[in-house]
């Protein structure tokens, strides 16, 4: 097992355009968060799964955004009409669910969007 | 809501020598737990070491050890004989319940220099 992948690593778009990144967990690993951070920012929460459920969204997530997570296992986070401000690093993390006690959770690269 | 504050921006430190980075955070929660994370340029994050809120002894990882006060709510890290391999952006987080969703700070960037 290598860790949690992204792709892709880095995407260029122009305003307005749609994107999708994939993000593929640690195998077994039943939760999956997605995590925005913007330039001088700490990482910030949108979503997470665990398994195929979503159970939560933050406000963040605006009705551009949907994330997917079919059949429990990779995740697909889309931005519709992406706008200039949607310009950051998308992160991934996976983790085991909890037994009452935090489980670490094991981020992958980033997918660094760029929107023109 | 739940709050985390990094005052520091930019630390440096001598290889060899020690450095501690500050944190606060502000939670109403009695049950959660801190950590602290490295995030190294064009790197992906990784976890340095965690606390435990319900738990009075301060964690150590080998040459990092953190300072927690919980009725300060402060959350500091030592580390211990620098290395160049520590030079990163450090992030203090939080979390509680059972979502485990993770309230990051704004990072302090350190840099370790000869």
């Known amino acids: 097992d290598t860790g949690v992948s992204q792709n892709p690593r880095h995407k260029i778009t122009k305003r307005g355009q749609n994107v999708t990144f994939r993000c593929d967990p640690i195998?077994?690993?039943?939760?999956l968060y997605w995590y925005r951070q913007t330039l001088g920012q700490g990482p910030e929460f949108l979503t997470y799964?665990?398994?195929?459920?979503?159970?939560?969204k933050s406000r963040l997530l605006s009705d551009r955004f949907s994330a997917e997570r079919p059949k429990g296992s990779f995740s697909t986070l889309e931005i519709q009409r992406t706008e200039q401000g949607d310009s950051a690093m998308y992160l991934c993390?996976?983790?085991?669910?909890?037994?009452?006690?935090?489980?670490?959770?094991?981020f992958g690269p980033g997918t660094r969007l760029t929107v023109l | 809501a739940q709050t985390v504050t990094q005052s520091q921006p930019e630390m440096s430190v001598q290889e060899a020598e020690t450095v501690t980075l500050s944190c606060t955070y502000d939670?109403?929660?009695?049950?959660?737990?801190l950590f602290w994370y490295k995030q190294p340029p064009s790197r992906q994050m990784i976890l340095v070491i965690r606390q435990e809120a319900y738990k009075q002894q301060n964690a150590t990882e080998n040459r990092f050890s953190v300072n927690f006060q919980k009725a300060a709510k402060s959350f500091s890290l030592k580390i211990s004989d620098s290395q160049l391999g520590d030079a990163a952006m450090y992030f203090c987080a939080y979390t509680y319940g059972t979502a485990s969703k993770l309230t990051f700070g704004t990072g302090t960037r350190l840099q370790v220099t000869l």
């Open positions: 939670t109403s929660e009695s049950d959660y737990y």
């Open positions: 799964f665990q398994n195929e459920a979503q159970l939560e």
């Open positions: 993390a996976s983790s085991q669910p909890g037994q009452g006690a935090y489980n670490e959770q094991f």
């Open positions: 195998s077994e690993h039943n939760r």
